[in-house]
């Protein structure tokens, strides 16, 4: 059953308003609550360890499928394996995500470990958001694992947003890519107050004339606290691009580690990174279009991290 | 009507004050287009920074329409009607030319016509309005929707810090007809700083502001005549004859 709470938890993290059209499992505190399969999407719970495996079926197309993770109890320690079987030639939206309510004084925390297996000439879109919430001492923690195999010609898309709310999260993600493989990562991460997020991104390119792009932009404000790691690793003949930009502000701290390691001669790989303050020419141009400095300075984050 | 009286500018080097501008008297009268011109490092971006509130004089005054606006800080001079278009506007990540003109639109975004604002700067709003300010525009086309920006809604005080960078590549014939309908329409008091002849021949006023003063204020006509002539001051360099060699910028 789900409540109002948990209604807008949903809404935070999958913008579901309601029950989700399509495939879905909604998973409450540890425990699946509601699920919907269709022709061409299964849902199975998982018998060895907590999870589901979820199977589409090749050539499946402009179907979507739904897994958000609510938590709305504390001192609550959810890990969830779950895995995807994206058949041959489908075109999917798979939208993942957790939120979180800690009410209470102890943590909460959820680790969810996805493995994605993207089949020959498949189109995923991946979309992950991190939502905390709660006014009790507990931490919210999030640690997220995603590995992705991409198989020849398949595209993925990911994107992964955490703004605000979660005081502790260590993400790693890996991709396996094949030949003729894509790959576009966004990543937007908001951290306040004394929050901690760590994100890592290790992207293999395997298969000839595989391609890679990531592009991940950070705010850090008060004294949270941001390390980046990514690595392209180039095995065959292959292009990669990795931006990683954060702003600064107040007594934030912001690491960013950039690593591409080229493996074969025709690997093209470049990194980009970069860190600092709002550009005060921005904040006067905002303000000299009647904005005051605080809108003006909303105005270039909300856009930085559209 | 915008009165700057015995403005003066210091700016600190070293534990040393060097004076920028220096005891500035001018009255700029609405519905007339000025340009500055004169050497570079001769105040004219000072002075518009300090009619936009960027800076603060040292000394002296600035009135608006009767109102002290001495002590008025950026927004509140922007929500007064003054507007400046920055000689090397900056970009931002992720925000759209779309966004940016309706927040230069303010109020009256809903009603302002977004594709004739590009038009009138001579961009095709089409490829425009969804892109983003940022690194992928030309030096060229931001100057343009920096315009945009300033002439998006009705001011009364409008700067322009050295447009010719943007509009080199389209005719100055439209951005004549478009100064034209600013003051038609909204009465807008135009100051362009610029070395730059074609505009210059769009003054009714031509200042010249040279070592942090106010050398001349002349006519179009004059000026024209005298660089017809080769007789007058360089505009760009301190002391060469036409600054050719000098200064890459200077065309006239």
């Given at each position: 059953m789900l409540t109002a709470l948990d209604n807008e938890l949903l809404e935070k993290i999958a913008d579901l308003h309601n029950i989700p059209i399509g495939a879905y499992n909604i998973r409450k505190n540890g425990e699946g609550v509601s699920r919907n399969t269709t022709a061409n999407i299964d849902i199975i719970t998982?018998?060895?360890?907590?999870?589901?495996?979820?199977?589409?079926?090749?050539?499946?197309?402009?179907?979507?499928?739904?897994?958000?993770?609510?938590?709305?109890?504390?001192g609550l320690t959810d890990v969830v394996y779950n895995t995807f079987e994206v058949g041959a030639g489908s075109e999917v939206l798979i939208v993942a995500g957790c939120g979180i309510h800690n009410p209470g004084d102890q943590n909460s925390q959820h680790d969810g470990i996805h493995?994605?297996?993207?089949?020959?000439?498949?189109?995923?879109?991946?979309?992950?958001?991190?939502?905390?919430?709660?006014?009790?001492?507990?931490?919210?923690?999030?640690?997220?694992?995603?590995?992705?195999?991409?198989?020849?010609?398949g595209i993925v898309e990911l994107e992964m947003v955490q703004i605000k709310g979660v005081d502790h999260a260590e993400r790693v993600t890996e991709i396996h890519l094949q030949k003729n493989a894509r790959l576009i990562i966004t990543e937007r991460l908001l951290t306040y107050l004394s929050q901690e997020a760590e994100s890592k991104i290790i992207v293999e390119l395997d298969g000839e004339d595989s391609t890679a792009q990531v592009i991940s932009r950070s705010v850090a404000q008060d004294h949270s606290k941001q390390k980046f790691y990514f690595n392209l690793v180039g095995k065959n003949k292959c292009r990669g691009h990795v931006q990683c930009d954060s702003i600064i502000m107040h007594q934030a701290k912001v690491f960013s580690i950039p690593e591409i390691s080229a493996l074969h001669q025709e690997a093209q790989l470049v990194h980009e990174a970069a860190i600092g303050k709002i550009a005060s020419d921005q904040l006067i141009k905002l303000m000299s279009l009647g904005l005051s400095e605080k809108e003006a300075e909303d105005t270039v984050l909300k856009g930085f991290l559209k | 009507m915008l009165e700057i009286k015995n403005v003066s500018l210091d700016v600190g080097n070293n534990g040393h004050n060097i004076k920028i501008l220096k005891d500035l008297n001018f009255t700029f009268k609405e519905k007339k287009l000025y340009v500055i011109t004169g050497p570079n490092g001769g105040g004219k971006s000072s002075l518009a920074k300090i009619i936009m509130g960027i800076y603060k004089p040292a000394d002296g005054r600035i009135i608006l329409d009767g109102l002290d606006i001495t002590n008025f800080d950026i927004t509140q001079?922007?929500?007064?009607?003054?507007?400046?278009?920055?000689?090397?506007?900056?970009?931002?990540?992720?925000?759209?030319?779309?966004?940016?003109?309706?927040?230069?639109?303010?109020?009256?975004?809903?009603?302002?016509?977004?594709?004739?604002?590009?038009?009138?700067?001579?961009?095709c709003s089409q490829d425009y309005l969804d892109r983003?300010?940022?690194?992928?525009?030309?030096?060229?086309?931001?100057?343009?929707?920096?315009?945009?920006?300033?002439?998006?809604?009705?001011?009364?005080?409008?700067?322009?810090?050295?447009?010719?960078?943007?509009?080199?590549?389209?005719?100055?014939?439209?951005?004549?007809?478009?100064?034209?309908?600013?003051?038609?329409?909204?009465?807008?008091?135009?100051?362009?700083?610029?070395?730059?002849?074609?505009?210059?021949?769009?003054?009714?006023?031509?200042?010249?502001?040279?070592?942090?003063?106010?050398?001349?204020?002349?006519?179009?006509?004059?000026?024209?005549?005298?660089?017809?002539?080769?007789?007058?001051?360089?505009?760009?360099?301190?002391?060469?004859?036409?600054?050719?060699?000098?200064?890459?910028?200077?065309?006239?």
């Open positions: 998982k018998k060895d360890q907590p999870g589901i495996d979820v199977r589409i079926k090749p050539g499946t197309k402009g179907e979507s499928v739904h897994v958000p993770v609510i938590m709305s109890a504390s493995h994605f297996f993207v089949r020959e000439g498949s189109r995923m879109k991946y979309v992950e958001k991190h939502y905390g919430e709660g006014k009790g001492k507990g931490e919210r923690i999030l640690n997220p694992k995603t590995i992705i195999e991409v198989e020849a010609d | 001079r922007a929500n007064l009607g003054i507007r400046y278009a920055f000689q090397q506007p900056p970009r931002f990540k992720g925000i759209k030319v779309r966004k940016l003109l309706t927040i230069a639109a303010g109020d009256a975004a809903e009603k302002t016509d977004l594709c004739g604002l590009l038009q009138d700067v001579g961009l983003e300010v940022d690194g992928s525009l030309s030096g060229g086309e931001l100057k343009r929707i920096e315009m945009a920006t300033v002439m998006a809604r009705r001011v009364k005080i409008a700067v322009f810090d050295e447009p010719e960078a943007g509009i080199d590549l389209w005719s100055f014939q439209k951005l004549g007809e478009t100064f034209k309908n600013l003051h038609e329409k909204y009465d807008t008091t135009i100051i362009i700083i610029s070395h730059q002849e074609r505009i210059l021949s769009l003054a009714d006023e031509v200042m010249v502001l040279a070592d942090g003063r106010i050398k001349e204020v002349t006519s179009k006509e004059r000026i024209m005549a005298e660089i017809a002539a080769g007789a007058g001051d360089c505009r760009c360099g301190q002391d060469c004859g036409k600054g050719v060699g000098r200064n890459v910028d200077c065309i006239g």
